[in-house]
């Protein structure tokens, strides 16, 4: 699977007018979480709603960091969602819990992200009349 990068725009949910632009973040569907720069979340006005939080880092480590709520928007979709507060040396990253409230896809091949089919087995087939059974009314 490859690894891409997309930018995305993160939001203060009780005042939109301050918001940052991320022009790199990776998308994890690994990560549960998104993960944005800590000042920029501060800049922002963005509390830490849940502090303390205990993550294990790719590598196997343990760290802490804070939550908060914010808007983000990649392209024309948006959702609100925890994001974390990343400290010095983490990476930017785009979780799987946003991608799913964005409703995107990962195409690892293409390295991009799409819309999600929102009834993907609920697609019509071709109408074919079926054919009569014998004694049934109709």
Do not use: C
């Not at 990253?93 to 091949?109: I, K, N, P, Q």
């Amino acid at each position: 699977m490859g690894a891409f990068h997309i930018g995305a725009r993160v939001e203060n949910v009780v005042d939109r007018s301050k918001g940052v632009s991320l022009p790199k973040l990776l998308v994890d569907t690994g990560s549960e979480y998104t993960w944005a720069p800590e000042a920029a979340l501060e800049k922002l006005g963005i509390a830490r709603e849940k502090k303390d939080l205990e993550f294990v880092m790719a590598n196997g480590q343990r760290v802490t960091r804070s939550v908060g709520f914010a808007i983000v928007r990649v392209d024309k979709s948006f959702t609100v969602d925890e994001v974390v507060f990343a400290e010095k040396g983490d990476l930017l990253l785009l979780g799987a819990r946003t991608l799913e409230g964005l409703s995107l896809a990962v195409d690892s091949r293409k390295k991009n992200s799409s819309p999600l089919d929102p009834f993907p087995r609920l697609k019509r087939k071709p109408n074919h009349s079926p054919e009569p059974t014998p004694g049934a009314v109709h």
